[in-house]
């Protein structure tokens, strides 16, 4: 079963920048999306963006000014942050999926976290001055 480490959260001041990891314990199945999410108090979990092995980057036209990016050799992905506000407070969860798409030769990450079947135990982020 693959687990999911994210590190990389903490308190930074408005204007500032993080670097979100997220360690996956192997790689399974033909092909693999790994998104990250974001749980901001009082608000449904948002999806931020989803990348597969291909480095296909998926954003949905989120909001959240972030980049992510991954390490296909050290099964790492990151969310780098830049120009945090206090809006951008909240719990950021790494989730991915190898079970998407069918028998489609390609298909997109999904956008659903409900089709991510493996979730790190998310890192808090505090934005404040």
């Known amino acids: 079963q693959v687990h999911l480490v994210e590190s990389g959260g903490g308190s930074v001041q408005p204007g500032g920048s993080l670097s979100l990891s997220c360690v996956a314990s192997?790689?399974?199945?033909?092909?693999?999306?790994v998104a990250w999410f974001r749980q901001s108090p009082g608000k449904e979990r948002e999806v931020i963006a989803a990348?597969?092995?291909?480095?296909?980057v998926f954003t949905w036209g989120s909001s959240v000014r972030a980049t992510i990016s991954q390490d296909s050799a050290d099964k790492t992905t990151y969310l780098q942050m830049d120009n945090l506000t206090p809006d951008d407070t909240g719990t950021y969860s790494c989730?991915?999926?190898?079970?998407?798409?069918?028998?489609?030769?390609?298909?997109?990450?999904?956008?659903?976290?409900?089709?991510?079947?493996?979730w790190g135990q998310g890192t808090q982020v505090t934005v404040s001055s």
């Open positions: 192997e790689v399974t199945g033909r092909r693999t999306c």
């Open positions: 989730a991915s999926t190898s079970d998407y798409g069918g028998d489609a030769a390609w298909a997109p990450c999904p956008r659903d976290p409900t089709a991510y079947q493996t």
């Open positions: 990348i597969d092995r291909d480095n296909n």
